[in-house]
Every structure is written in structure tokens, then in C-alpha cells.
């Protein structure tokens, strides 16, 4: 049986065998792109020219800049103090569809708001050590602000490690570092922000030791990011300190940060502060790890060692695995509820986490923030996940999916309710999507007025700017109201009655040229039964012409599936200020295969029989979901 720490090393293959299909029996008989891995020795002979997949694991999502909102949610919360490190583990090691996949069952990491950074966890030493993260997850972590880190994971000996792949790995050539140098080229092409440095196999020396802090230095020096975790000592032996030390220290001046072992103290870790600042750095940059893959919210933490009551944060937090909400869950549904309880507590309102449970929630602690600070900002709260895909509100595919690439902005807060009596429940719904897999509900019968804080903002508005939204009802007026805040100044919005088909609202805010748009909520009218579906959200300064169509679109290879269906890569130029390309077939019923934020795309399934020819079309989305003409290229099925 593992130890607690252990399941640091063993966890990443064995516990994820279930989340994917079995691999093909040959991968190069399938179109099907993968995510990339390595052990030291072979990704020196990686090369983003030769490497058929790698125009597929790029992500092309600028990190977003983030602030914290003009009315933070929780007031207990500290902004400005502790950050959160989240190592996640989202698929196998080997086989990992690098674009998504067509099931719905996948961690669709939603509170990016409470997250600071990303591990894109995994590695085994049967697979690969060096793992690059799938451009989808880098696509929604930049999008909110939040940057992606890949892993580096050399294992005990026990499990597979080996002492001369740690070598190899801080192997010198003269002044430089191969395996470095092609760490960086890795990360520059894949769209990602650093690397997690997990050294956990016995048999070094202090000159092994030596090697690895010049190997660190090295690879900062290029600007990426470089987390070390709590583990390899000064002599070259492994050995946990769950502390900032005298004899990890060496490894936390030449990195950005450090993940301390699970098994620390509250006098460890106000040791390790008072370290950090002794050395001129803040307590932050050390994370105290939290091992949740076992049991989520049921797990216990001293909390009061991290975030001592009226006091400053003591560290940052590194949690291990959050993932486990949608491991234990039962379904979708499920999942949700225990993700809302893992991050926002068990009262599911960032703005109350007042509790006797020992699990607050990240809310509690820690103050969201923002992405939501440029014109222009368009949500669909699509989660990036679902089980049918619709455009404007027509429905163009029954096929559930995952691509988090596709993932819009979601709600700062879920869900913060004001209001006295009865309120009404907000929620995410994936049976009736305007745009992509998921609107979101608003359901209740409200004794009084009650308000949906949805969205905090930091949108400069000009005279063209414009807010809008896409909403339905079911039988009855919807006494719905948006309420947009500008600092002080509020303005409701009046969204009308009856609207039993989707109907989209436009309000100019000329009149608020020159302020700062700081918060978006909905507000409903007491009295009376309502049901709203809310298909989209918007602030824009609408432009007059589409962008332009993707050009050059070429097929890259076909594959066939079975009798009816084949797959394909498909490439193209990409179209100025895009911030997505969908995929269709073409005809009477036209129907969505896919999308990206890249100009390469694997078409998992279309409906093709033998010597049938297929019309597909690429179509560019902007940023406030304007859609370009559709660029065409034909696909015919051969056996």
C-alpha cells in the first residue's frame, strides 16, 4: 500500500487508466493527433519539422491579464497573499488526444478564478518523464489568466527510476544544456509557460546536485518558469524536507517557486517564511502541498498553518490532484456539485462560507480574479464540455464532446444569490446550449427581488460599446433584469417579457464613455414562477465586417474509422484576430465536427461511406463571435 507521499509518484498512470479509450494497435494507422512526452534521451531527437503531430499541440491563447474585482465576493478572503498551485492530471501519460475527444466525461476545469498556475501532471517511467501539456488545457488556463506548466518526473528507483535518466538529463555540452535547450524549444512551440521539476530517484551525489541547480539556472534564464518540487537535497540524495531548508534552499534561490512536501508543520512552514524573506523572497513563491487525489474536501488539512485567523497568508497552496471531483463523481451532475463544494465550499456561494465543516472552500481564502479586463468579452458559458454542440441557437451536433479550447469565460462567482426570502437557483445547463454545450438557468419562484452576481469586469467602455445579451423564457414573462455596475453608478436593464425563442437584447453605453464597467449580474423580479435559459453575454464595440476566411485549407491525411466514417488533419492560414475555427459538413443539414483555437485540426469522426464525397467547411470566429465566410475543401471516402 502507498503512502500518503507516494501517491505523488504512482497515482499518474494507474488511477487514469479508465478516462480514455484503449490506445489503437497501431497509432500510426490513425489520423488521431496525441499529446507529447519523453525521457531525456529521446526528446533530443524531437523536432517540431519531423514531429507529425506537433502542429496539433500548440496552443495559440495569449495569458490573459487578470486583477481583482472592485467587490471581492468573500470578505475573509486576502488578496494579494497566497496563490494556488493546482497538479493536475487529465489522461494517461501515452495516448492522450491532443485536441479533445468525443466524450463528455472529462475534467473541464472550471474555477480558474482561485488558480495561479497549472501542472499539467503525469509521466511513468515505462511512457515518458517530460510531458508537454495538451494545447486545449493551455487554451482555457490563458484565456482566465492562468499559466500552464508542464512536468518533469523522475521516479524512485522503486518505480521505475533510474539514476543515469537524471544524468542524462543535466547532461552538459560545453556551456549549454541539450536537453534544456530543447525544454525551451518544447514549451515555446507548444504555447506554455514553464516547467515542474519532480526529481525523486535515489543514487545522486553533491555533484549531481550541482549539475541540476546550474541545470535550473540555465533554463530560467530564457524566461520560462520553473517550479521545484520538495525533494532532491543539496547532497544529491532525496530526501522530503516539507520545509524550506539549508538543504533545498540551493534549488528555491534558482527557481520561481517551490512545492513543499505534504507532510509539513505549522512551525515548519512559519520557519520556511521567515527563510524565504531572509533570503529576499516572498513566503509565496513556496507552496505547502495538499494531497486531495484520495479524498477531495473530506481531506484533512491544517488549514490554520497556511491561513492563521486575522493574520497573513503564512504560504501559498499546492493542491495534488484536484481532479478528484470528477474521479469520484457518479456523472456530470455530480461532478459539478462536488467541484462548486471543493472550490466555493459547502454553502455553494463564494460570498458566504460560513461553516462548521473544516473545508471552507479556496473561497474562504483566497480572492478570485478576473480575466474579464478588454473589449471585447462574449460568453456563451460554454464549459467546454457537453452533450450536443449548438450555433445561434440551432443545434448542429448530437454528439457529446470535450475540447477546452472552446471553453468560454464562466461566472466569477457560482453563484452568489442576494436577496431576502426565497431566491432562485442558478445553474449550468447542458440540455439547451445557444452557443457550444451549456447556457446557463435560472430557475425559481422568488419571493422578493433577488440578484445573480454573475461576472466582475475591468472593461474600459468608449462611445461605441455596447452591451448584449441572448435569453428565452418558458411561459411567462421573465422579470428579468441586467444590472451593469460602473464603479459606483449602476444601470438596470429592462429585458422584456415573453421571449419563448432566443432573443437577443442590445443596449448601447455611450452615455458611459470614459468609466470602467466593474460587475455584470442578472436580477429577477419577485412574484412568480420563472424558468430563463441565458445563451450569452457580451460588451463589445461591434465592428462593421467579419473576419476574414481562413485560407489555404488542406487535408492533411485521412483515416478511416469504420464503414461509414473516417477521420482527418486538417490544416489552414490563419485569419487575423480569430479566436476560434469551427469545423462543419456541409449540406441540407449542416453539421459541427469540431473546433480550435489553432490552424491544425483533427477531425475525430465524419459520417463518409465508401466512394462518397464530403464538403467540408473551416469558418473563423472572432473574439465577440463574428463569423467569417466558411472556406471549403471536399474529403472523399476510400476503403
Same mark, same amino acid.
Given at each position: 500500500?502507498?503512502?500518503?507521499r507516494q /501517491?505523488?509518484?504512482l497515482?499518474s498512470?494507474?488511477?487514469?487508466?479508465?478516462? =480514455?479509450?484503449e490506445?489503437?494497435a @497501431?497509432?500510426?494507422?490513425? $489520423?488521431?493527433p496525441?499529446? @507529447?512526452?519523453?525521457?531525456?534521451?529521446?526528446?533530443?531527437?524531437?523536432?517540431p519539422?519531423?514531429?507529425?503531430?506537433?502542429?496539433?499541440?500548440?496552443?495559440?491563447?495569449p495569458l490573459?491579464r487578470?486583477?481583482?474585482? $472592485?467587490?471581492?465576493?468573500?470578505a475573509?478572503?486576502?488578496? +494579494?497573499?497566497?496563490?494556488?498551485q493546482?497538479?493536475?492530471?487529465?489522461a494517461?501519460t501515452? /495516448?492522450n488526444?491532443a485536441q479533445?475527444?468525443?466524450?463528455? #466525461? *472529462? *475534467?473541464?476545469t472550471n474555477?480558474w478564478?482561485?488558480?495561479d498556475?497549472?501542472v499539467f501532471?503525469?509521466g511513468s517511467? @515505462?511512457?515518458?518523464?517530460?510531458?508537454?501539456?495538451n494545447?486545449?488545457?493551455?487554451?482555457a488556463?490563458h484565456r482566465n489568466?492562468?499559466?500552464?506548466?508542464g #512536468?518533469?518526473?523522475?521516479p524512485?528507483t522503486?518505480?521505475?527510476?533510474?539514476?543515469?535518466w537524471?544524468?542524462?538529463?543535466?547532461?552538459r555540452?560545453?556551456?549549454?544544456?541539450?536537453?534544456?535547450? !530543447?525544454?525551451?524549444q518544447?514549451?515555446?512551440h507548444?504555447?506554455?509557460?514553464?516547467?515542474?521539476?519532480?526529481?525523486?530517484?535515489?543514487g545522486? +551525489?553533491?555533484?549531481l546536485?550541482?549539475?541540476m541547480?546550474d541545470?535550473v539556472?540555465?533554463?530560467?534564464?530564457s524566461? =520560462?518558469?520553473? %517550479?521545484? *518540487?520538495?525533494a532532491?537535497t543539496?547532497?544529491?540524495?532525496v530526501?522530503?524536507?516539507?520545509?524550506?531548508t539549508?538543504r533545498?534552499?540551493t534549488f528555491f534561490?534558482?527557481s520561481?517557486?517551490?512545492f513543499?512536501? /505534504?507532510?509539513w508543520?505549522?512551525?515548519g512552514?512559519?520557519?520556511?517564511?521567515?527563510?524565504a524573506r531572509q533570503?529576499?523572497?516572498?513566503?509565496y513563491?513556496?507552496a505547502?502541498?495538499?494531497?486531495?487525489?484520495?479524498?477531495?474536501?473530506n481531506t484533512?488539512?491544517g488549514?490554520?498553518?497556511?491561513?492563521?485567523?486575522?493574520?497573513?497568508?503564512?504560504?501559498?497552496l499546492?493542491?495534488?490532484?484536484?481532479?478528484w471531483?470528477f !474521479?469520484s463523481?457518479?456523472?456530470p451532475?455530480?461532478?459539478?456539485?462536488?467541484d462548486n463544494?471543493?472550490?466555493?465550499?459547502?454553502?455553494?456561494?463564494?460570498?458566504?462560507?460560513?461553516?462548521?465543516?473544516?473545508w471552507?472552500?479556496v $473561497?474562504?481564502?483566497?480572492?478570485?480574479l478576473?480575466?474579464?479586463t478588454?473589449?471585447p468579452?462574449?460568453?456563451?458559458?460554454n464549459t467546454?464540455?457537453g452533450?450536443?454542440?449548438?450555433v445561434?441557437?440551432?443545434? &448542429?451536433?448530437?454528439?457529446?464532446? #470535450?475540447?477546452?479550447s472552446?471553453?468560454?469565460?464562466?461566472p466569477?462567482?457560482?453563484w452568489?444569490?442576494?436577496?431576502t426570502?426565497? !431566491?432562485v437557483?442558478?445553474s449550468?445547463d447542458?440540455?439547451?446550449p445557444?452557443?457550444g454545450?451549456t447556457?446557463? !438557468?435560472?430557475?425559481?419562484?422568488?419571493?422578493?427581488t433577488?440578484?445573480v452576481r454573475?461576472?466582475?469586469?475591468s472593461?474600459?467602455i468608449t462611445?461605441a460599446?455596447?452591451f448584449e445579451i441572448?435569453?428565452?423564457?418558458?411561459?411567462?414573462?421573465?422579470r428579468l433584469?441586467?444590472v451593469?455596475r /460602473?464603479g459606483?453608478?449602476?444601470?438596470v436593464l429592462?429585458?422584456?417579457g415573453l421571449?419563448?425563442?432566443? &432573443?437577443?437584447?442590445?443596449?448601447?453605453?455611450?452615455?458611459?464613455s470614459?468609466?470602467t464597467?466593474t460587475?455584470?449580474s442578472l436580477?429577477?423580479?419577485?412574484?412568480?414562477?420563472?424558468?430563463?435559459?441565458i445563451? &450569452?453575454?457580451g460588451?463589445?464595440?461591434?465592428?462593421?465586417?467579419?473576419?476574414?476566411?481562413?485560407r489555404?485549407?488542406?487535408?492533411?491525411?485521412v483515416?478511416r474509422t469504420?464503414?461509414t466514417?473516417v477521420?482527418?488533419?486538417?490544416?489552414w492560414?490563419?485569419?487575423p484576430?480569430a479566436?476560434? *475555427?469551427?469545423?462543419?459538413r456541409?449540406?441540407?443539414?449542416?453539421?459541427?465536427?469540431?473546433?480550435?483555437? #489553432?490552424d491544425?485540426y483533427?477531425?475525430?469522426? %465524419?459520417?463518409l461511406a465508401n466512394g462518397?464525397?464530403?464538403? %467540408?467547411?473551416?469558418?473563423?470566429?472572432?473574439?465577440?463571435?463574428?463569423v @467569417?465566410p466558411?472556406? &471549403?475543401?471536399s474529403?472523399?471516402?476510400?476503403?
Open positions: 500500500m502507498p503512502t500518503r /501517491f505523488l509518484v497515482s498512470t494507474a488511477a487514469l487508466t479508465s478516462l =480514455l479509450p490506445a489503437p @497501431s497509432a500510426a494507422d490513425t $489520423a488521431q496525441y499529446a @507529447s512526452y519523453w525521457h531525456p534521451a529521446t526528446i533530443l531527437d524531437w523536432d519539422s519531423t514531429d507529425r503531430d506537433a502542429k496539433y499541440n500548440r496552443s495559440t491563447v490573459a487578470r486583477v481583482v474585482p $472592485a467587490r471581492p465576493a468573500n475573509h478572503a486576502r488578496p +494579494n497573499e497566497a496563490r494556488v493546482a497538479l493536475v492530471a487529465y494517461p501515452s /495516448f488526444p479533445g475527444s468525443l466524450d463528455m #466525461n *472529462y *475534467y473541464a474555477y478564478q482561485y488558480i498556475e497549472l501532471w503525469g517511467a @515505462s511512457e515518458g518523464l517530460i510531458l508537454a501539456p494545447p486545449t488545457v493551455t487554451d488556463a489568466g492562468v499559466r500552464v506548466i #512536468n518533469v518526473f523522475l524512485p522503486a518505480y521505475g527510476g533510474q539514476i543515469q537524471v544524468r542524462d538529463f543535466v547532461r555540452d560545453g556551456d549549454r544544456f541539450p536537453v534544456a535547450d !530543447k525544454m525551451v518544447v514549451a515555446r507548444h504555447g506554455f509557460d514553464g516547467w515542474f521539476l519532480n526529481q525523486e530517484t535515489a545522486g +551525489n553533491a555533484q546536485a550541482n549539475d541547480r541545470f539556472t540555465y533554463i530560467r534564464r524566461g =520560462l518558469r520553473i %517550479i521545484w *518540487y520538495d532532491m543539496d547532497t544529491g540524495s530526501s522530503w524536507q516539507n520545509a524550506l539549508a533545498n534552499r534561490e534558482q520561481d517557486e517551490m513543499l512536501n /505534504f507532510w508543520s505549522a512551525q512552514l512559519a520557519s520556511s517564511a521567515a527563510l533570503m529576499g523572497r516572498s513566503p513563491d513556496l505547502s502541498g495538499v494531497d486531495v487525489e484520495a479524498g477531495g474536501y484533512s488539512v488549514w490554520a498553518s497556511v491561513f492563521p485567523e486575522g493574520k497573513p497568508h503564512v504560504t501559498s499546492g493542491f495534488y490532484r484536484p481532479e471531483t !474521479k463523481s457518479t456523472g451532475a455530480d461532478f459539478y456539485a462536488r463544494r471543493f472550490w466555493v465550499g459547502p454553502n455553494g456561494d463564494p460570498a458566504n462560507t460560513t461553516t462548521t465543516a473544516s471552507k472552500g $473561497a474562504h481564502h483566497i480572492t478570485e478576473t480575466p474579464i478588454s473589449l468579452f462574449v460568453t456563451n458559458f467546454g464540455h452533450r450536443k454542440f449548438a445561434g441557437g440551432t443545434v &448542429r451536433s448530437t454528439q457529446a464532446w #470535450n475540447n477546452l472552446l471553453q468560454d469565460v464562466l466569477t462567482w457560482r452568489s444569490v442576494t436577496g426570502g426565497t !431566491k437557483t442558478p449550468l447542458w440540455d439547451d445557444y452557443d454545450g447556457a446557463l !438557468k435560472i430557475t425559481g419562484t422568488p419571493s422578493d433577488t440578484e454573475l461576472f466582475a469586469t472593461l474600459p462611445g460599446s455596447q441572448v435569453h428565452r423564457t418558458g411561459t411567462g414573462p421573465s433584469q441586467a451593469l /460602473f459606483a453608478t449602476e444601470e429592462d429585458l422584456g421571449s419563448e425563442a432566443w &432573443r437577443r437584447s442590445v443596449f448601447p453605453l455611450a452615455e458611459h470614459g468609466t464597467l460587475e455584470i436580477r429577477v423580479l419577485g412574484g412568480a414562477a420563472v424558468t430563463a435559459l445563451g &450569452r453575454i460588451v463589445t464595440n461591434p465592428v462593421l465586417t467579419p473576419p476574414a476566411a481562413p489555404n485549407v488542406q487535408v492533411e491525411q483515416s469504420d464503414s466514417t477521420s482527418a488533419r486538417l490544416t492560414t490563419r485569419s484576430g479566436r476560434q *475555427y469551427r469545423v462543419y456541409a449540406g441540407t443539414d449542416r453539421v459541427f465536427l469540431g473546433g480550435t483555437a #489553432n491544425a483533427f477531425v475525430p469522426v %465524419i459520417p462518397e464525397t464530403a464538403r %467540408i467547411e473551416v469558418e473563423a470566429v472572432s473574439e465577440a463571435f463574428d @467569417s466558411p472556406a &471549403r475543401v474529403i472523399t471516402g476510400t476503403p
